[in-house]
């Protein structure tokens, strides 16, 4: 088993342009989420899914945009890529939902972006 | 507001040594209490879980307590050694929605450890 896996590792934008991450998962997985990881700040949730077809906000989902149209398939998109979307982006899955008592997440290994 | 405070920022110990790592909330509305572990450049490694009704977990050399009352977790690291150097991070999945979202979970700022050999 892979795990979670993340494409790109690395990508470096310049201001307005627009990309697309991608976060695997080969565990069934029914949860994935999306972090970002900011120096002094820790770790903050920018948006997750409960299931194939749907999304919901975190808690800094602005400039952001996401897609599950597979269920082990995760796709974080920045339509204008802004200097403050320079992070590091974590992707996560879990087998059982969010709210629940008993809530393991699985970390990718992170995309690195800048935005310059 | 759920705040998650890890103490120390950084702790530098010789190989051998028992640790402790701190991580206090401000909230006790949670579910549960995750302890992670970060390697540079590297995703993150989910190392103990604590349901809320727990008071601890145990893996190997690593043991996780949780003091819902009053706040508190701290991981234990037994018998230190080179490999356990990265940084830990601790995290609380709040009760309910918190901050309009049912999916948070809420990190603290991590302890770097580094064990010297």
């Known amino acids: 088993n892979a795990g979670v896996t993340q494409t790109p590792k690395f990508r470096v934008l310049k201001t307005g342009q627009s990309m697309t991450l991608l976060c695997a998962q080969d565990?069934?997985?029914?949860?994935m989420y999306w972090y970002r990881q900011d120096p002094g700040m820790g770790l903050r949730l920018i948006h997750y899914?409960?299931?194939?077809?749907?999304?919901a906000k975190g808690e800094v989902p602005d400039g952001y945009n996401v897609s599950r149209l597979k269920k082990q398939n995760f796709l974080l998109g920045l339509e204008s890529a802004a200097p403050s979307q320079t992070s590091v982006y974590f992707c996560?899955?879990?087998?059982?939902?969010?709210?629940?008592?008993?809530?393991?997440?699985?970390f990718g290994p992170g995309t690195r972006l800048t935005v310059l | 507001k759920q705040e998650v405070t890890q103490i120390p920022a950084a702790l530098s110990v010789p190989e051998g040594e028992n640790l402790v790592l701190n991580c206090s909330f401000t909230?006790?509305?949670?579910?549960?209490l995750q302890w992670f572990r970060q390697d540079p450049g590297k995703g993150l490694t989910s190392l103990l879980l604590?349901?809320?009704?727990?008071r601890e977990q145990t893996s190997g050399r690593l043991n996780a307590s949780l003091d819902k009352s009053s706040g508190r977790s701290t991981l234990y690291i037994a018998a230190s050694q080179p490999g356990d150097s990265a940084t830990y991070l601790c995290?609380?999945?709040?009760?309910?929605?918190?901050?309009?979202?049912?999916?948070?979970?809420?990190f603290g700022k991590g302890t770097k450890l580094s064990v010297k050999p």
């Open positions: 996560a899955s879990s087998y059982s939902p969010p709210w629940g008592v008993y809530n393991e997440q699985f």
């Open positions: 565990m069934n997985h029914e949860y």
């Open positions: 899914s409960v299931g194939e077809g749907t999304t």
């Open positions: 909230d006790s509305a949670i579910y549960n």
């Open positions: 604590i349901q809320s009704s727990q």
């Open positions: 995290a609380v999945r709040p009760e309910g929605n918190y901050g309009g979202s049912q999916g948070n979970l809420i």
